[in-house]
């Protein structure tokens, strides 16, 4: 494991989907630096960790000497990793600045998936991929304002918060989804402080102003799909990666 | 004893030097109907070499107290009795008794046979060469040959390919009616990794004999190279030849098994075990195999009797105290029994540990039992052990870390189903979230085929069952079976790979259906090949993704169809894709060409995302037509 960054997400809420192989990982290491967490998830990181192996990173910090520090240390030999809110590749730019410098140093770099802002909505929302939705975007929240995402309104939506916007921030975001999405358009708080929360895009909007890192918001689509090309009968639905079983009637 | 019953033990090959290559390719006991009926003759005569022959068949035959018949030959100076009591020292990986017990013998061929296999056996090449050298030179050609065979085996451990395939050569021209010379070629040319040139020495093999021994050294091959069919045939015929023997049904048990067939293989332990009651590694997989498929206290019972057919087997014990820990069986006690069982053998002190650690996580206490795990896990241990101590105790550890959000006993009366996925590598991609569900079920459908994962589940749950879903799509007849366990006042948990919402049919049915009988039907996210494939569409770029799109192919025919390039993109096929004519195909590509940007790289993944996938130009699509399964999967990278 020396000679090796790795790279850890926790998901949305860190004590619920923390994966096994991440809590393996953060066990093993000689350092964590976890970049992003508020003081519960520290407290909770701290105890899967070696002691003193826990250190805290700001959630702004400046990425390339984060990574150079980090790349740095596994040269000499230590067990390493950035640890981050839902995976350090979507959190900021540290993961990719980390992925830069081992390949510049020539260290190896290892990341597991993590859950993500995608299969939090789908789960509270009650859809599944392929069966009646068949496509899915995920956005981080001020990014789709900012860079003129164009949401495709027979998908739904998913945002998701790295941080609390500011008023203007809110107000290019309202302006941005504005084009798509009436106000009153359904809206359904997948994860955070207001899991399971049904409201409107006006009043998520509104409120998204106290959003901490991983509140989700799910949009069903602004418009049904007239397509019907390609559609799987419902009854021919793969599974990849399972075993092919016996078709057998009980045992 | 008579003339003509010795011609005939020794015309079937009793004394030869074949029958040692037949025991070490694990070729099972000799086709024991000829073995069985001397056996049956043999039991009338009397007189030390009697004993002796009767000794020499219950070795070949694999039954035990084969050894108690040759010692008593021995005493009574038999001829051969000592050499045949030191081969089954041989087979018994005694190696240091059997230059002891050769005497003069030593000297004779088959003696010097014997002693070269015993110095090989320990790892002394040099010495076994000086004796085999002389057997070589023989001018018999059975004793020729045999050196000739083992001295193949012998290079080819060290790499020596080409030397092993000139000394088998010779030794087939020598016996060519024999079918050894070329089971071993096969074993050479499989340990060189030539699979077309194994298969054709076994072909040769099994035309000289097409025996169990045979067949059962193709179906190893066929399994080997996940030919599980093939492999289930030669098995099959392999029972055919010799149905008295306990050997080629737990190999087809075996391969049944490696297919998750686990019905099929139950009747083939219980057959073998007809045949031989005591019959250790038929126990063995059946208690496996009752705990994989839901029936914890029979796999207890069969454990218990392959102890009992043990005594003073260490690892008997073990594994009796792991299935009384899976069946709810276990108190401190047991704990203390496992570690005396282990005292005096150091490489195996650090199961009893890890099974404390097991007892522990099973009575929930967390905390302690990811402090028990980082014991067990402590060098100088075994990989094996390092690495099951690191995930239990990552498991115990964040269980103890969050045990305050393990559900309580829900307020309202409603049923609840609770569909946790345990993500696309499960069960090391499981969240704490699905664990902890798992927790609070009163029973538990496991959709996962994987021996390990009902080992987990066992640890956390107490009662459930296995569940087949059909690859092939959502399948009313496992909604149906679920349902009728799902009742008011209990929580059902439904346990699959990946996250049960991505491309989920039977999860979708299980959704539907809840909200129809009026169930409380919970979905936990996990981690999907969504999360883990787009991670691949990072390394060298700087900054991070702010998004993600994730779309089934179809959604390319829809008039609003748009793709944002900065992103990654992933898309997955359905079924339907094997249906669209070669038009529709082509206006497929045509907009995906469009939405992607021409002359655009992608990663097209296969069945298995754990294969790399191809990077390939956007155009290749156009020739998939009519290639593409459902199961293929493409990564577009942001640009």
Known sequence: ????????????????????????????????????????????????????????????????????????????????????????????????????????????????????????????????????????????????????????????????????????????L?????????????????????????????????????????????????????????????????????????????? | MNEPLRTRLLAAGLDAFAEYFRVVTDGGPADSSE???????????????????????????????????????VRASVPRARVWLAALRLGEGRYDEVKDLLGPEAEEPWGRFVRACAHLGAGKAAEAAADLKIVLSSQDDEQSAAAAGLWALSESAVGNTKRARVLLAAAARLKPKAAWPWVLLGRVERAAQDKAACFRALAAAIKREDSAWTRLERSRMHEALGDMDRALDDA??????????????????????????????????????KLDASCV???????????????????????????????????????????????????????????????????????????????????????????????SGLAPVPVEAALKSSFYGGIA???????????????????????CGLGIVPPYTASLQSLRMILSCDYVFNNLSEPEIADLLWLLSSKGEPTMFDIRGADSRWTKTIFRRVKPGTTTGFVTRGHPQVCGGLAASLIEEGKLVGADVEVYPAVSSINTLAINALPGRLGSFWGLQVMDYSTVFEPQFRMDRRVPTIMYFNASVQLITAEEYARFCARLEDAVGRGRRIYF????????????????????????????TLLIPPS
């Open chain 1, 1 to 172: 494991m020396s000679e090796t960054v790795r790279l850890l997400g926790l998901g949305l809420e860190p004590r619920d989907h923390a994966t096994v192989e991440v809590l393996q990982a953060l066990a093993e290491c000689d350092e964590v630096r976890a970049q992003g967490f508020g003081r519960q998830d520290l407290e909770f990181l701290k105890r899967q960790c070696r002691r003193g192996a826990l250190k805290s990173v700001a959630q702004d910090a400046p990425p390339k000497p984060l990574a150079r520090a980090l790349v740095a240390a596994a040269r000499r030999g230590r067990r390493v990793s950035l640890a981050t809110p839902i995976h350090p590749f979507y959190y900021g730019p540290a993961g990719a600045a980390v992925v830069a410098e081992c390949a510049a140093k020539k260290v190896l770099w290892k990341s597991f998936g993590s859950i993500s802002p995608m299969g939090a909505a789908i789960s509270k929302a009650g859809v599944t991929l392929g069966t009646n939705v068949f496509g899915l975007q995920s956005f981080e929240a001020e990014a789709l304002a900012d860079k003129a995402v164009e949401p495709n309104p027979v998908w739904p939506l998913i945002l998701y918060f790295v941080r609390a916007p500011d008023a203007a921030a809110r107000s290019r």
């Open chain 2, 605 to 632: 993944y296969g069945r298995n995302f754990s294969v790399a996938p191809d990077l390939v130009p956007v155009e290749a699509a156009r020739g998939w037509y009519g290639r593409i399964d459902p199961s293929y």
């Open chain 2, 397 to 419: 550890s964040g269980l103890d870390a969050t045990k305050d959000l393990i559900p309580q006993r829900p307020a309202s009366d409603r049923p609840r189903l609770l569909i």
């Open chain 2, 281 to 375: 590694p038929a126990r063995r997989g059946r208690a496996a195999i009752h705990l994989v498929r839901g029936y914890p206290a029979a796999a207890l019972a069969d454990a218990r009797a392959a102890e009992r057919a043990s005594p003073g087997s260490p690892e008997a014990v073990l594994e009796r105290a792991r299935f009384q820990i899976y069946a709810n069986d276990a108190t401190p006690a047991l704990d203390r029994e496992t570690a005396a069982a282990v005292r005096g053998a150091k490489e195996i002190a650090w199961k009893a540990v890890f099974l404390r650690g097991c007892r522990l996580l099973k009575a929930r206490r967390f905390g302690q039992a990811a402090r028990v795990f980082a014991q």
């Open chain 2, 35 to 73: 073995y069985v009926r001397a056996l049956k003759e043999l039991a009338g005569a009397r007189g030390a070499e009697a004993r002796a022959w009767r000794g020499r068949v219950r070795a070949c035959l694999g039954l035990p107290d084969a050894g108690t018949d040759l010692e008593a030959a």
């Open chain 1, 174 to 251: 309202g302006r941005a989804l504005a084009r798509f999405y009436p106000k009153s358009h359904p809206a359904l708080w997948c994860a955070g402080a207001r899991v399971g929360e049904k409201t409107d895009l006006a009043d998520a909007l509104r409120t998204c102003s106290s959003a901490r890192t991983g509140d989700t918001l799910y949009l069903p689509e602004a418009k049904a799909t007239a397509s019907t090309l390609g559609r799987p009968d419902r009854h021919h639905v793969v599974i990849k990666g399972a075993v092919a079983p016996p078709l057998v009637e009980g045992e």
């Open chain 2, 236 to 273: 099959t015929a392999a029972i055919a030849h010799s149905p008295r023997s306990t050997a080629p049904l737990l190999w087809r048990a075996h391969v049944q098994t490696c297919r998750r067939h686990y019905h099929l293989a139950a009747p083939d332990y219980a057959r073998a075990l």
